[in-house]
């Protein structure tokens, strides 16, 4: 009797550990596969591009000329970081309710479209206007914090009275991991080399950095070429659940293989326990499977508990949004199970 109460626990542990890297390779496919808003693939960003001064624009230049480019941007901000906020004036008031802290993007008229952004609303850069200097991208979450239903000609305005007016809503797209939220993000048209992003076409990839890696040692005066591409950079937010993954699954391994010990050894003496009835009935024409029923229906009520046990917990995870899980454990996790 004793061995029957004890059994529902590991069994319980086992299932535990099973679903749970269920769970977190669901959400390892998730992160791998969510639309981010932009397109990392076969994207490069040569980083600390500043180095070179004005030879950062020389060099995207001729990076435009190479075969294996399809597009380049220069640019103060990556995708996959984080940006400081910075305050910005709904008028010209100066009160502090009229102040909204927003993430502040330099970017040029090809970041857009290299990185794969969509306009909701408006339109982007243009070098055919030479007032956008004066004007400012938005992002969706940036208008729902601006209280704008309507942005596009409605203005920001820096401390310094600058008025910045909006011509263009991006659609929303993740900064830095996916653990976070979507942030509010301006984008104004500035000259700013700190990278260079480039988007490579799929033929000859290794061909086509060599012939970066010229193009930018000519210009660099011995600064190093420091390239990645930017799936890459996306990945390496993750690296720690990747390894919780793979705990997971070897937890699971060895739960399955103690519960399957257990399970077994408990059988095998209640079968020892029990050969003379066993044999009474084999002898009196009783069928194989309802001898290995004799001995495992004691123990349907325990597995039955953990069962009901885990599936309660599942179900109560299931009802959470992936995303949002997410942001509440900072990574990858059960929460259900806590």
Request: glycine share 10%; charged share 20%.
């Amino acid at each position: 009797m004793s061995c029957r109460i004890c059994l529902p626990g590991p069994i319980t542990i086992a299932l535990i550990l099973i679903i749970g890297t269920g769970v977190i390779d669901s959400q390892l496919s998730y992160i791998q596969n969510r639309d981010l808003g932009y397109t990392r693939d076969q994207v490069v960003t040569i980083k600390d591009t500043r180095w070179l001064g004005d030879g950062a624009w020389t060099f995207a230049a001729q990076a435009r000329k190479l075969a294996g480019v399809s597009g380049v941007t220069v640019s103060g901000n990556r995708p996959d970081q984080k940006v400081t906020f910075r305050g910005f004036l709904t008028d010209r008031s100066g009160r502090v309710t009229s102040t909204a802290l927003l993430e502040d993007w330099t970017i040029d008229a090809d970041y857009l479209p290299t990185l794969g952004m969509k306009l909701t609303a408006g339109r982007n850069f243009s070098p055919q206007f030479p007032t956008d200097s004066g004007c400012i991208l938005i992002n969706g979450t940036a208008a729902r914090v601006l209280g704008y239903a309507h942005p596009l000609g409605s203005s920001l305005y820096t401390f310094g009275s600058e008025a910045l007016r909006i011509i263009g809503v991006v659609k929303d797209f993740n900064t830095g991991s996916l653990r976070d939220p979507v942030d509010p993000v301006v984008f104004r048209l500035a000259r700013n080399g700190n990278a260079v992003t480039l988007r490579l076409s799929t033929q000859d990839i290794p061909g086509t950095l060599k012939a970066l890696r010229s193009r930018y040692e000519a210009l660099a005066n011995g600064h190093p070429f420091v390239y990645s591409f930017l799936d890459d950079d996306f990945s390496k937010l993750y690296i720690a659940d990747e390894r919780t993954g793979r705990l997971f699954t070897v937890f699971s391994l060895l739960a399955i293989l103690i519960a399957a010990k257990g399970m077994f050894g408990l059988v095998a003496a209640a079968a020892e326990q029990r050969t003379k009835e066993i044999g009474v009935r084999r002898v009196l024409g009783a069928r194989m499977i309802h001898l290995v029923w004799l001995l495992v229906k004691d123990y349907g009520l325990a597995i039955g508990l953990a069962l009901l046990i885990v599936g309660a917990k599942t179900w109560q995870t299931s009802r959470v949004p992936l995303a949002q899980t997410l942001r509440q454990e900072g990574g990858l996790g059960i929460r259900g199970f806590s």
